[in-house]
């Protein structure tokens, strides 16, 4: 089964410049999520959807970022306009949510930006 | 709020030995689960082990064990027989079910490196 798919893989952009980052989810899971990885603040959540619908969006850093799911297998990550401290990579994850204590998210491979 | 707290920044050890990578938390919820992610040199999120909060018994997958101690709150990740390939940034991470899907908490990291 493929896993979650995630483009581009490399971005590299100069300021000020729109980016937007795509994201399928692994079929059937219900749950996608965004994270944000940088060497001085890790992985950080910055918005996640159940069932398309954005739940939290508190770590979504400022209102130049932006994302949407508009069906259960695509969701984008919008970054406009880019600045350089938004370089990082950026992760989707998803997952089925189920009763229990909690839900296996699986990452995609990740996108590397790179804002000049 | 959560928080995962992993206090070994880097960690050498010898092939074939045992490794414990340790990981505290803390939380307020009253159901969560906890989870080991490997990160190799590739970037790629390897999801590895899940423990939940009412699980009975320390959950084991091939050789990963976690050993859970919900009292001291500590969910250390045990890798038996280590091998070459083990070496990379390990993450602990913890995610609540508050009505669906939540997204994770993870820790800063500890970076693994198996000699010969």
């Known amino acids: 089964d493929a896993g979650v798919i995630q483009s581009p893989r490399h971005e590299v952009t100069e300021m000020g410049q729109e980016v937007t980052l795509r994201c399928k989810p692994i079929s059937g899971h219900n749950s996608l999520f965004w994270y944000r990885q940088t060497m001085m603040r890790g992985l950080e959540l910055l918005i996640y959807?159940?069932?398309?619908?954005?739940?939290?969006d508190s770590g979504m850093p400022e209102d130049r970022f932006s994302a949407k799911m508009p069906n259960a297998s695509f969701s984008t990550l919008k970054i406009q306009p880019s600045e350089p401290r938004d370089s990082a990579v950026y992760f989707c994850?998803?997952?089925?949510?189920?009763?229990?204590?909690?839900?296996?998210?699986?990452f995609g491979p990740g996108t590397r930006l790179t804002v000049l | 709020a959560q928080k995962i707290t992993q206090t070994q920044p880097g960690m050498f050890v010898q092939e074939k030995e045992a490794v414990t990578l340790d990981c505290t938390y803390d939380?307020?919820?009253?159901?969560?689960?906890l989870f080991w992610y490997k990160q190799p040199s590739s970037g790629e999120m390897i999801f590895l082990i899940y423990?939940?909060?009412?699980?009975?018994q320390n959950a084991t997958e091939g050789r990963y064990s976690l050993n859970f101690q919900k009292a001291r709150k500590s969910a250390n990740l045990v890798i038996s027989a280590s091998q070459l390939g083990d070496s990379a940034m390990y993450f602990c991470?913890?995610?609540?079910?508050?009505?669906?899907?939540?997204?994770?908490?993870f820790g800063k990291g500890t970076h693994l490196i198996i000699q010969p």
């Open positions: 959807f159940n069932n398309n619908v954005p739940i939290d």
């Open positions: 991470a913890m995610g609540s079910r508050r009505g669906g899907a939540d997204g994770l908490t």
């Open positions: 423990q939940g909060s009412y699980d009975q």
């Open positions: 994850a998803s997952s089925l949510a189920q009763s229990g204590d909690g839900d296996t998210q699986y």
């Open positions: 939380t307020s919820d009253p159901s969560y689960g």
